[in-house]
């Protein structure tokens, strides 16, 4: 049990992590590019306003001749060049006067520098001068000086980044808090897909272990949805079904068997025990008493013989192949003569082909003809085999006994459906009685007429395992003017394309 456990424990980890690594991977993907692409779009666009900002003040220390004090920040109508700048961008502005002399400090000040006093005594208006990264009191800015020309001075103007990269950072920190909430969520939602897929895993697990542990093949596997662990544990329900009643059909095999093998070897150890004093019998006593073993030999070698060729028909490995049954049933009739010394005729119509194995069929027709052989013992008429083809059927009794109901074994549906091709065999033995039909095709089942009979009462039982296995069954009725009709029917080979 803790075996189990951790390996579906192990899965159901397997599945959380890789649902979560998934979920990971996608959402740092899918986060990284967010962020990058944001960063840039906010960088660039900060970039671009700075830089037309500096463009229009070049344009205007150009086109007009400004004084530093034109740029004042103590303009009462706001409409100076000064608010120009400041209105579009937010950006800070410092005036310098002659030599880089701080006319108007900016909000916060900003530093000057050897060039920035250069450019302000430059004779040439719209000089630049640019600083990429500044720092001032703490934060970061970008600056650039436009000189005003002729030595007048020049205007500083600022743009402060760090609230950009503020802006960016704050994003940042989202995005991996929203990462790190999606893994979870994953990992969360993958634990619970896991334990949803394994749970019945585990049910069918725990089935499988309590079969192997009990030995019991009657345990009711847990089967729901239509998914494919769904099909697995319909399929090993039906495997345990299939098991079970091969199980169960062994079973009653050994406990019949053993019955039966019990009379003839009650009676071989007490004609054994005779032996012992096989001299003080007279001669009459002693030819029966070999006579009777000899018989009972006979019979026990014959139900040994019916019992094994049960099981192997049971389990035949034999490959199917395709076959004529009206063949096979004259050659079933040809050996059948030389044994029994009777008339057999054989009359085959309309297609008899069937895809079959030959040995079973070959062994069901042979039971069929040596079981009327038997029971019409001294018969002068002949025994008829009659193998009748699709084309030559339409279903019902036999042609010759119109209206005459048939006794089916466990026919089907698929089994009417489909083309059959049908064995007869026809005797005018003393018949079989109504309430015998039911039960001819019983493993080991006599009729009470017929137990003084050599035989295993296992060769009809063989003729109905190998008619179920090439899907057919069975049947058997009186025939019209005394006798009986008992055969098979077995499924017709396809037309070829």
């Known amino acids: 049990m803790r075996r189990r456990l951790r390996q579906v424990s192990s899965l159901r980890t397997t599945f959380t992590v890789s649902f979560a690594a998934v979920a990971a991977a996608v959402t740092v993907l899918v986060g990284f590019l967010s962020y990058d692409a944001a960063a840039r779009l906010v960088r660039v666009d900060q970039q671009t306003v700075f830089a037309e900002v500096v463009q229009d003040l070049r344009d205007q220390v150009r086109e007009r001749s400004l004084e530093p004090g034109d740029f004042a920040s103590s303009d009462p109508d706001h409409d100076g060049p000064l608010d120009d700048i400041i209105r579009p961008s937010r950006t800070d502005v410092q005036v310098l006067g002659p030599k880089g002399v701080i006319v108007d400090h900016g909000v916060p000040p900003l530093p000057v520098y050897s060039h920035d006093r250069a450019i302000a005594d430059d004779a040439k208006a719209g000089k630049l001068e640019q600083h990429k990264d500044v720092d001032v009191s703490g934060d970061r800015y970008r600056l650039a000086t436009v000189s005003l020309g002729r030595g007048r001075g020049a205007v500083q103007v600022a743009q402060q980044f760090s609230d950009t990269e503020d802006l960016l950072r704050t994003l940042q920190q989202r995005t991996v808090i929203l990462v790190g909430a999606v893994v979870i969520a994953a990992g969360l939602f993958g634990w619970w897909l896991a334990r949803r897929i394994t749970r019945r895993l585990v049910r069918l697990a725990g089935a499988a272990e309590d079969v192997a542990r009990t030995g019991r093949l009657g345990i009711q596997v847990p089967v729901t949805g239509h998914d494919e662990v769904a099909r697995l544990g319909r399929s090993f329900d039906r495997m345990l079904g299939r098991l079970a009643q091969s199980e169960e059909d062994q079973r009653r095999l050994v406990q019949d068997a053993g019955h039966e093998l019990r009379t003839p070897l009650t009676s071989l150890r007490t004609n054994i025990s005779m032996l012992r004093r096989i001299d003080e019998l007279p001669p009459d006593a002693r030819e029966e008493l070999v006579a009777d073993l000899a018989l009972e030999s006979r019979e026990l070698t014959d139900l040994v013989n019916e019992l094994v060729a049960l099981a192997a028909g049971q389990s035949d490995t034999e490959p199917v192949r395709r076959l004529d049954l009206g063949e096979l049933a004259e050659d079933v009739a040809t050996v059948a003569r030389r044994r029994t010394a009777r008339e057999i005729t054989v009359r085959a119509t309309g297609d008899t082909t069937v895809d079959g194995r030959p040995s079973a069929l070959q062994r069901a027709v042979s039971n069929l003809v040596e079981n009327a052989a038997k029971f019409d013992r001294g018969g002068t008429a002949p025994i008829e085999v009659v193998v009748t083809g699709p084309a030559g059927h339409t ?103």
């Open 395 to 497: 279903g019902g009794a036999h042609p010759g006994t119109p209206g005459t109901p048939l006794i089916h074994l466990g026919a089907t549906a698929s089994a009417s459906r489909q083309a059959l091709v049908r064995v007869e065999v026809l005797d005018r033995g003393p018949g079989i009685g109504e309430d015998d039909l039911m039960r001819v095709f019983d493993r080991f089942y006599r009729a009470a007429d017929a137990r003084s009979l050599p035989g295993s009462g296992l060769g009809l039982s063989i003729v109905r395992e190998v008619s179920t296995a090439h899907g057919g069954t069975p049947f058997a009725h009186p025939r019209k003017g005394g006798g009986t009709v008992i055969g098979f029917t077995v499924h017709a080979a396809p037309a070829a394309d």
